[in-house]
């Protein structure tokens, strides 16, 4: 439930009406809008008498959210919610650029691929070093020693560090070294490391899961949003059909829908959505156009030779072709795309 408060309110009123949800039982999670100040209710409303609220003074209206999700919904809170990282504010008018190794193999390949990212207008190094692969036999990261190698990149760069996290364990050795924690597909309803999430210093993005429902997908942001952590995003990258031809099918309608049901920022993946290099920036030129607030993209000097996702790796002149793009691209839109890097080497190469 929502309580939407007058412009008028003062903070004593507002207080009295957040004190009377505590008394029943509630968490109350309160939204500074623009023209406005919401009470979001959550826990059983069960023996709530809705009028009893609406008539305290100061308050303008209550509204049932009917979805399951709450804090997450655009009803709670209607602007856009802009997560800072790093130069990056996430969810506003520029389009922020994620890009780099699927995995962090060495420092010689991260700080190549970071050199190139940055020239190229990305703004957030990504890079795994807690691996979640399929096989127990493949390269499982490099750990610890793989975010060291990160942060030393992109402290060279003038770039921000997203990398997964795998486990409740590792996140404050994360939080150390990142700006931002990615929950991977496979983890998206690990709800005992979303819990954790909630209370992390850092914002986080929630990958879609391979067979999640975009209410589902909700659900574990909302996990993540009632433990107090509001730098919440999502990105979606791709889900499993019957469709063989690519490695996921990537559902461009999550886009629209997402900022319907959400104020959170939703970034595109379309690495993992395509698993092949040769339509990566197909699907991103989409993605962008289709309104996701930023793109993460798997870049690699040698992909051929990468131990994780090769085939899915562009080159950096693919990469860069493709930034050149979107600078197109996202204007017709109304949004942007970092220039700065453009600005100080010329458009020629
Ligand atoms: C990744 O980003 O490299 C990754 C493992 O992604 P996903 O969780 O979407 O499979
Ligand atoms: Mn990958």
New binding site residues.
């Given amino acids: 439930m929502v309580v939407v408060m007058g412009p008028g309110a003062d903070e004593a009123q507002i207080e009295e009406v957040a004190s009377r949800l505590r008394l029943m039982g509630l968490s109350v999670h309160r939204s500074d809008g623009k023209d406005r100040i919401i009470l979001g209710a959550v826990g059983d409303l069960g023996a709530l008498d809705v009028e009893d609220i609406r008539h305290l003074p100061g308050v303008q209206d209550v509204v049932r959210i009917s979805v399951p999700y709450k804090l997450v919904s655009r009803t709670f809170q209607p602007e856009s919610t802009i997560v800072t990282v790093g130069k990056a504010q996430i969810g506003g008018k520029q389009v922020a650029i994620m890009a780099g190794p699927?995995?962090v193999e060495s420092e010689e390949q991260v700080e190549a691929v970071a050199f190139a990212v940055a020239r190229s207008g990305a703004f957030i190094l990504?890079g795994?070093a807690y691996?979640?692969r399929t096989s127990p036999y493949t390269f499982q990261g490099l750990g610890e020693e793989g975010l060291r190698i990160l942060r030393r990149c992109a402290d060279r760069h003038g770039l921000a560090v997203i990398s997964?996290v795998l486990d409740t364990q590792h996140i404050p050795i994360l939080e150390k070294w990142v700006d931002v924690l990615?929950v991977?597909?496979?983890?998206m309803q690990n709800f005992a490391l979303l819990r954790e999430l909630g209370h992390a210093r850092k914002p986080v993005m929630v990958?879609r899961g391979l067979s999640a429902t975009i209410e589902e997908w909700l659900l574990s942001a909302e996990y993540i949003l009632s433990g107090g952590n509001n730098d919440v995003m999502l990105?979606e990258?791709g889900i499993r059909t019957f469709e063989t031809a690519t490695r996921n099918t990537f559902d461009f309608s999550a886009i629209p829908v997402v900022k319907k049901l959400s104020h959170l920022p939703i970034i595109a993946?379309p690495s993992?959505g395509a698993g092949r290099r040769d339509m990566v920036a197909q699907l991103a030129r989409a993605a962008v156009a289709a309104g996701a607030d930023g793109l993460?993209i798997?870049v690699h000097t040698d992909p051929d030779h990468a131990l994780?996702?090769g085939a899915q790796s562009m080159f950096p002149s693919q990469f860069d072709r493709l930034m050149a793009e979107l600078r197109i691209i996202a204007p017709a839109i109304g949004r942007s795309i970092c220039l700065e890097p453009v600005a100080k080497r010329g458009w020629a190469r």
């Fill in positions: 699927c995995a990504r795994g691996k979640p997964e990615q991977g597909a496979r983890n990958k990105c990258r993946d993992h993460i798997e994780s996702d």
